[in-house]
């Protein structure tokens, strides 16, 4: 086991003179699960890979331990790989599949087979080693690939998207049995996924990446409950946030009637009088129409334990065109409330945020006004 670290990682790709990973400073703790998460195309497989040796770095080091790996081939790196796609040989045995790298390494076949079976014993694959992966479900594919890499006793795992092949159940199910199995074998464990829902219920830390930068990392609590700017506010839980642009009126920033106070370290950090005013779903108190933020039911989405809204409110916002002409415009909300509540489509309410549901963020730079 060691950590991982990546010193101003950089990573061009030919014919694109952007970076796919751009300078990149971020350090993986020994025995930590962590999850690279964002968009497709925002640079976080092409970091495992960079880490792995199949992808080169073009500027900045990348750390194993104690050893600069940057130049060293895959062979050399002591990581194990977990693919998308299981990668399994197809005319080889479960058992024959776990313990192939240990065959190629010339391991004595009794250790090699105690390895198998405490690997199998591990992932609930004794009854198949005999089997083929043919005969196997996805799920039971995937717990095969896992295998493969437990018996190698890396000193990290990389995990690429391992689960979006699986149905919705079986992820939910899958995920569960990861997280689990990396905390008993403590093995420093760097997962990517573009699914933020897998991100924060698996990793004790998450890196946000978008366009090859990194965003924030954090623990799942510290994103959702202070994301550093908008793209990780709108990025980070589902449903998403609902970002609000606001009018500023004196001290106080405006969103359908609504005042909120600005502290003067807010005030101050402000580059111009737009703001934006982001409130979860969870974060309204709903009352009658007429009271707080004036909306429009427009879907009701039952899902029993819970009842999310979708509404419509029409805010005054700043123009485009003019930093100093306000504009009425629609402006969609999503509410949660509780389970099998009477509301229906085309009915009128009231929004009142929540004390301390409030987050603020300047609409120039995105970035999230001081607490």
Excluded at 171 to 178: G, K, L
Excluded at 268 to 278: D, E, F, H, M, R
Excluded at 292 to 311: H, K, N
Aim: glycine residues 10%.
């Amino acid at each position: 086991m060691a950590t991982v670290t990546f010193e101003g990682a950089t990573r061009f790709y030919s014919g694109n003179p952007t970076p796919a990973v751009d300078n990149l400073d971020l350090e993986v703790q020994d025995g930590e699960f962590l999850v690279l998460v964002g968009p497709s195309g925002c640079g976080k497989s092409t970091t495992l890979r960079m880490l792995a040796g199949l992808e080169g770095v073009d500027n900045g080091t990348v750390w194993i331990g104690d050893r600069d790996v940057t130049n060293l081939p895959p062979k050399d790196r002591d990581i194990a790989m977990v693919f998308q796609n299981y990668a399994l040989y197809p005319h080889m045995t479960v058992a024959d599949n776990i313990g192939f790298h240990l065959k190629i390494k010339k391991v004595p076949k009794a250790e090699r087979n105690e390895r198998i079976r405490e690997a199998a014993k591990l992932l609930d694959l004794e009854p198949y080693l005999e089997r083929k992966p043919a005969k196997l479900s996805g799920g039971q594919r995937q717990r095969v690939a896992m295998g493969r890499a437990i018996v190698r006793r890396p000193q990290v795992f990389c995990m690429d998207e391992p689960l979006s092949n699986l149905d919705a159940k079986l992820r939910v199910q899958t995920r569960t049995q990861i997280a689990s199995l990396q905390r008993r074998l403590g093995v420093t464990t760097i997962y990517v996924t573009h699914d933020q829902v897998e991100a924060m219920t698996m990793g004790d830390r998450v890196a946000v990446l978008k366009d090859g930068i990194l965003q924030q990392c954090d623990t799942p609590i510290g994103l959702f409950g202070k994301p550093k700017n908008l793209f990780v506010a709108g990025f980070i839980g589902s449903p998403a946030m609902n970002l609000i642009p606001a009018t500023l009126s004196g001290e106080s920033a405006e969103i359908g009637g609504q005042r909120i106070p600005l502290t003067p370290a807010q005030r101050s950090a402000l580059t111009s009088n737009a703001l934006v005013v982001g409130i979860r779903p969870e974060g309204w108190d709903i009352r009658s129409a007429g009271q707080g933020v004036d909306a429009t039911v427009e879907v009701v989405e039952e899902l029993g334990s819970d009842q999310f809204l979708y509404c419509t409110a029409n805010l005054q916002m700043v123009s485009a065109e003019e930093s100093t002409d306000l504009k009425e415009a629609p402006h969609t909300i999503t509410v949660r409330a509780a389970g099998m509540s009477q509301r229906e489509r085309g009915e009128k309410i009231g929004l009142v945020p929540q004390p301390g549901a409030v987050h603020l963020f300047d609409a120039e730079t995105g970035e999230r006004l001081p607490d």
